[in-house]
């Protein structure tokens, strides 16, 4: 969603990564992790004492989590993946403010907004990975009985971290959601990093491709999180906070920060204008079916009591959308490499 514009020097070669940036956004980002560490710490206390006291919604759908002492792990993983999904939203707030026309009450500079932009995304990788490394954990605890050491570590690996490696219930569907958030955030959220080597059109034109990592990231949690853990205000909170992001990107998709950016009719581009036609039409309708959602409170979830629904998107669906978007963001890459090459009039 940021975009500064970097220029490379002709005859100069350009660094693959750079490290030096990568080095002092981390630097930076010790007080944002920090903070981030103290919100998962105070989750997993809450989580802790729902279970504890026998108010966890989790409890009621699955009783063998009922000893919070046994499965602390699995409360810290819940905890790590519900922070991170707030970095998630804060990091993606940022960018969108960054990317779009500067309002003209707003005193923050576009450098300070793009600094807390880094730092926000490189701490929700961090929560991603930890979320992740606190299942595997709890995987290889609970993989016990049947497997030797070794046998549990890697059943517990193919479950975590291989995309599809999971086949029980919901998690079929929502594990590989959330590796694919992971292992596309890695790429797509470091790509700052190699924009001397790209080019900065090419990385414009991957980071954009972020925020399909936070649909992930929020389709993941309403299926293996909201859905199945909690019920009525929770649920309704975290889409009411989806609305300010859908609105932002739509403002976003309007008004533009760059002005190359902004929807022209341009013979030359006809093709270019239509698809950021058909996304502007898009998100729009997306805030109505929000707000929709968010004020009736039917979402697909679960309720206590009430039997859950049969899956309705499955695996090869799932395939077949990444095939699909890899395809997407090849094109775009590709289209971007080639107008950055075209020499300028």
Same mark, same amino acid.
């Given at each position: 969603?940021?975009? &500064?514009?970097?220029?490379?020097?002709?005859?100069?070669?350009?660094?693959?990564?750079?490290?030096?940036?990568?080095?002092?956004?981390?630097?930076?980002?010790?007080?944002?992790?920090?903070? @981030?560490?103290?919100?998962?710490?105070?989750?997993?206390?809450?989580?802790? %004492?729902?279970?504890?006291? !026998?108010?966890?919604?989790? /409890?009621?759908?699955?009783?063998?989590?009922?000893?919070?002492?046994?499965?602390?792990?699995?409360?810290?993983?819940? @905890?790590?993946?519900?922070?991170?999904?707030?970095?998630?939203?804060?990091?993606?707030?940022?960018?969108?403010?960054?990317?779009?026309?500067? &309002?003209?009450?707003?005193?923050?500079? @576009?450098? *300070?907004?793009?600094?807390?932009?880094?730092?926000?995304?490189?701490?929700?990788?961090?929560?991603?990975?930890?979320?992740?490394?606190?299942?595997?954990?709890?995987?290889? $605890?609970?993989?016990?009985?049947?497997?030797?050491?070794? !046998?549990?570590?890697?059943? =517990?690996?193919?479950?975590?971290?291989?995309?599809?490696?999971?086949?029980?219930?919901?998690?079929?569907? =929502?594990?590989?959601?959330?590796?694919?958030?992971?292992?596309?955030?890695?790429?797509?959220?470091?790509?700052?990093?190699?924009?001397?080597?790209? !080019?900065?059109?090419?990385? *414009?034109?991957?980071?954009?491709?972020?925020?399909?990592?936070?649909?992930? +990231?929020?389709?993941?949690?309403?299926?293996?999180?909201? +859905? /199945?853990?909690?019920?009525?205000?929770? $649920?309704?909170?975290?889409?009411?906070?989806?609305?300010?992001?859908?609105?932002?990107?739509?403002?976003?998709?309007?008004?533009?920060?760059?002005?190359?950016?902004?929807? #022209?009719?341009? $013979?030359?581009?006809?093709?270019?204008?239509?698809? $950021?036609?058909?996304?502007?039409?898009?998100?729009? =309708?997306?805030?109505? /079916?929000?707000?929709?959602?968010?004020? +009736?409170? %039917?979402?697909?979830?679960?309720?206590?009591?009430?039997?859950? @629904?049969?899956?309705? /998107?499955?695996?090869?669906?799932?395939?077949?959308?990444?095939?699909?978007?890899?395809?997407?963001?090849?094109?775009?890459?590709? *289209? +971007?490499? #080639?107008?950055?090459?075209? &020499?300028? #009039?």
């Amino acid at each position: 969603m940021s975009m &500064p514009d970097f220029s490379r020097t002709r005859g100069a070669r350009p660094r693959r990564f750079d490290t030096a940036e990568l080095g002092r956004d981390l630097r930076a980002a010790s007080w944002d992790a920090g903070a @981030a560490l103290a919100v998962t710490i105070g989750l997993f206390v809450w989580f802790y %004492r729902r279970v504890e006291t !026998g108010a966890s919604a989790t /409890v009621q759908i699955m009783p063998m989590l009922a000893d919070a002492d046994r499965y602390w792990l699995y409360w810290l993983c819940q @905890a790590f993946g519900w922070a991170g999904l707030l970095w998630a939203w804060i990091t993606v707030m940022l960018g969108l403010v960054r990317s779009s026309s500067r &309002p003209g009450g707003l005193r923050i500079s @576009a450098a *300070r907004l793009e600094k807390w932009h880094r730092t926000t995304s490189l701490t929700t990788i961090g929560l991603m990975f930890a979320h992740a490394l606190a299942f595997f954990a709890e995987r290889v $605890r609970g993989n016990g009985d049947g497997h030797g050491a070794v !046998g549990r570590v890697f059943h =517990a690996f193919v479950e975590v971290f291989v995309p599809g490696g999971y086949d029980s219930g919901t998690g079929r569907t =929502a594990i590989l959601l959330g590796l694919l958030a992971f292992y596309m955030a890695i790429p797509l959220g470091l790509a700052y990093y190699y924009r001397q080597a790209t !080019g900065s059109r090419v990385w *414009r034109t991957l980071h954009r491709f972020v925020i399909v990592v936070y649909v992930l +990231s929020v389709w993941h949690t309403l299926l293996y999180g909201t +859905s /199945v853990w909690f019920d009525g205000w929770f $649920r309704t909170t975290v889409w009411l906070l989806q609305i300010p992001v859908a609105a932002l990107l739509l403002i976003r998709l309007l008004a533009p920060a760059r002005p190359s950016e902004r929807l #022209r009719r341009d $013979r030359s581009a006809s093709i270019g204008f239509a698809a $950021r036609a058909a996304g502007r039409v898009t998100v729009a =309708a997306t805030v109505v /079916v929000l707000l929709v959602v968010a004020a +009736s409170g %039917r979402d697909g979830g679960r309720t206590p009591g009430g039997e859950s @629904a049969e899956l309705t /998107v499955t695996q090869a669906m799932i395939w077949a959308g990444l095939a699909a978007l890899v395809l997407v963001v090849g094109v775009a890459v590709h *289209r +971007s490499w #080639r107008l950055a090459r075209r &020499p300028s #009039r």
